[in-house]
């Protein structure tokens, strides 16, 4: 009897457990998280965020567009953008995050420099799919001393004096300058048929310390030999010919230009240019959105940046990897992330995006640089010519770029000569390398 009743306790127990187990789990698939084409697990029913802290303030408008897709087609997968650029110093607020704890999934970062500094962050992006697609100008600036790729390239852009075709024929300008005496006569005959010649930004650290002081750099016969020689101590600012002849670049953008010049930011300054009231413009492609904008039929180029009247080396635009973007290597959704960023350069959508509504020359070899405005189209047509010069901040010490700007902004307002100007820059580098 005893035993009868114990086995029908022992049969009891095995079909409960039975039971439970039919409910939880079955013979199929069903409960395993679902993954997508490229076997990536997607999270299953749990809905991450990705924190994505980014500086391109002309494309914020259509990368949320461009996620709000993403999110779409990947539905557990949500991100949440935040953009902090044009005259807001990203640097500083993407350090503010990571020392509040706020650390974004996916940033900005410019290479060279700034790679050695946040490295420690940064997620090894070497075996990613689209890596093997990066042009080589792509790879370099986030490539370590091992041969390992912490970045995605946003894009290649360029930079110079953006001009309007139309104010020049107004003012009978034929033959584009190249060379300094040649654009102080383009602005003399651009002020004489009462147009202003430029459209002067000195309000932006970025404009006059970084992209325009990059051009004494870059025309060095080695640039990265001499920023080199500036570490070392075998070479110097104060008594560089490149560094000298500068002074005519500023002279004339400031002679020639807009009024006020310290208080116009990067805003007024696109609008001054796009909006007919200037000739000329230092910024670059990436301004392409903005300037259509106010005005659809703008018909415009680039002309190079000259210091001096040689023309072989002023006929020539910056030309580089702007930024780029990476991951925290130490996120919690970091393979989301990572399919995020593959998504962007290998989708159809995602391709579209980058060459049609951002305006973007593509850094892969397996995206078509089609729909490129005038400005995109002119950068293009300097890079087949091979009349390119590198972009060299990325080097320089950090915070460099911010004195330097001061330096400029007072020597413009005639606080203090050049002379001192060049002793100022030498200070700055050897008090921050």
Not at 45 to 51: A, I, P
Not at 94 to 103: C, I, N, P, V
Not at 162 to 186: C, H, M, Q, R
Request: aromatic share 12%; charged share 25%; net charge negative.
């Amino acid at each position: 009897m005893k035993k009868s009743r114990f086995l029908l306790i022992c049969l009891s127990m095995l079909l409960v457990v039975g039971i439970f187990a039919g409910c939880s789990k079955d013979t199929s698939t069903e409960g395993e998280k679902p993954k997508d084409d490229k076997g990536t697990d997607t999270g299953g029913d749990e809905v991450v965020t990705l924190n994505f802290f980014q500086f391109k303030v002309e494309i914020a408008d259509q990368l949320q567009e461009m996620i709000n897709e993403f999110e779409t087609e990947h539905p557990n997968i949500k991100i949440k953008l935040e953009t902090v650029g044009g005259g807001a110093d990203y640097g500083a607020a993407l350090k503010a995050k990571f020392a509040s704890g706020e650390k974004p999934d996916i940033f900005n970062n410019g290479g060279f420099k700034e790679l050695e500094l946040w490295k420690e962050h940064l997620a090894d992006l070497s075996n990613e799919p689209w890596a093997e697609h990066v042009l080589p100008i792509g790879k370099v600036p986030m490539t370590d001393t091992d041969g390992k790729l912490y970045g995605m390239p946003v894009n290649l852009e360029g930079y110079g004096f953006i001009y309007n075709k139309d104010l020049f024929e107004k003012a009978g300008i034929t033959e584009t300058p190249t060379t300094v005496s040649e654009l102080k006569a383009a602005a003399e005959k651009l002020e004489e048929n009462g147009i202003t010649a430029f459209a002067a930004g000195y309000g932006e650290w970025w404009v006059i310390g970084q992209h325009l002081l990059n051009i004494p750099f870059a025309q060095q016969e080695d640039p990265v030999a001499f920023i080199e020689g500036l570490y070392d101590g075998s070479e110097t600012l104060v008594d560089n010919e490149h560094f000298k002849a500068f002074k005519e670049v500023i002279d004339t953008e400031v002679k020639y230009g807009n009024d006020n010049p310290l208080t116009t930011d990067y805003n007024t300054q696109v609008t001054l240019f796009a909006s007919g009231q200037a000739a000329m413009l230092q910024q670059g492609n990436w301004t392409e959105n903005m300037i259509t904008e106010i005005n659809p039929d703008m018909n415009m180029a680039f002309l190079p940046i000259p210091i001096n009247d040689d023309e072989a080396a002023s006929d020539r635009l910056p030309v580089g990897v702007p930024n780029n973007w990476v991951l925290n290597k130490n996120s919690e959704h970091l393979e989301e992330a990572k399919l995020f960023l593959e998504w962007m350069v290998t989708s159809e959508t995602g391709k579209r995006y980058i060459t049609e509504e951002f305006a973007f020359i593509p850094a892969f070899d397996n995206i078509e640089p089609t729909g490129l405005g005038d400005l995109g189209q002119s950068i293009l047509e300097y890079s087949k010519a091979d009349k390119t010069i590198p972009w060299t901040w990325f080097r320089w010490p950090d915070g460099a770029n911010k004195e330097f700007a001061a330096t400029i902004q007072e020597y413009s307002t005639g606080k203090i000569d050049y002379d001192t100007v060049l002793e100022r820059f030498q200070g700055t580098w050897d008090n921050l390398k």
